[in-house]
């Protein structure tokens, strides 16, 4: 069973357009995450979600929402997109204290053009 | 601000050799984690060790080794007899716990470790 899951996961399209990447996780986790990893395979964290309610946002454009219809999925929605949004997307979980170890799924290419 | 430092970009050594990855973090926290995850050439991201900073014992896993330093703020891996199945990206990451059940993982820039048959 696979405990997070991520679609698609690979994504190629064009500037401009609007975009979703899913997250599902099975661990009974309280809490879920986005990273993003770049080119050069820096990994860095977008947003947190506990319980549905978000937590953590770091400096991330408005055109990337983030959205948890229930704790175990968070959904990651990008409007006109622009060829730096270009990365792996990663989505993580942990069980909902602050020091839990963070599962990953398996990335979502996205490739712009 | 928090910050790991994983100084070797790329290691590549033959089959069998033992190899060391080093992370060196800064925090003011006085308590804090530290992790290691593995990023092999399929891309997901595997956990492999979470260490808190009241316990400095090393710790062993089959051939694989952790030495954590306070005095020096260091973490660092050890593979031991090394296998071509090794070969991935290697990461380092100190989590700043953010309060509300979330924590931010601050990851070093990775270390392209590759074992030669």
């Known amino acids: 069973d696979t405990a997070v899951s991520q679609t698609p996961k690979y994504l190629v399209t064009q500037m401009g357009n609007d975009k979703s990447i899913k997250c599902e996780q099975n661990l009974g986790h309280d809490t879920m995450y986005w990273y993003k990893q770049d080119s050069k395979k820096f990994l860095k964290i977008m947003f947190s979600?506990?319980?549905?309610?978000?937590?953590i946002n770091e400096t991330v454009p408005n055109r990337f929402s983030p959205k948890s219809p229930d704790k175990a999925h968070l959904n990651l929605h990008i409007n006109s997109l622009e060829l730096g949004d270009s990365a792996v997307y990663f989505c993580a979980s942990s069980q909902g204290q602050n020091t839990d170890t963070q599962y990953f799924g398996p990335g979502t290419r996205l490739t712009v053009l | 601000a928090q910050k790991v430092t994983q100084a070797q970009t790329e290691i590549s050594v033959v089959e069998k050799e033992d190899v060391t990855l080093d992370c060196v973090y800064e925090?003011?926290?006085?308590?804090?984690?530290l992790f290691w995850y593995k990023q092999p050439p399929s891309g997901e991201l595997v956990f492999l060790i979470r260490r808190n900073s009241f316990d400095e014992q090393n710790e062993i896993s089959g051939r694989y080794s952790w030495n954590f330093q306070k005095s020096t703020s260091s973490f660092n891996f050890t593979i031991t007899a090394s296998q071509v199945v090794d070969s991935a990206v290697y990461f380092c990451?100190?989590?700043?716990?953010?309060?509300?059940?979330?924590?931010?993982?601050?990851f070093g820039q990775g270390t392209r470790l590759t074992i030669n048959p």
């Open positions: 925090t003011r926290d006085t308590t804090y984690y």
């Open positions: 990451a100190l989590s700043e716990g953010h309060g509300q059940g979330a924590q931010k993982l601050v």
């Open positions: 979600y506990n319980n549905k309610e978000l937590i």
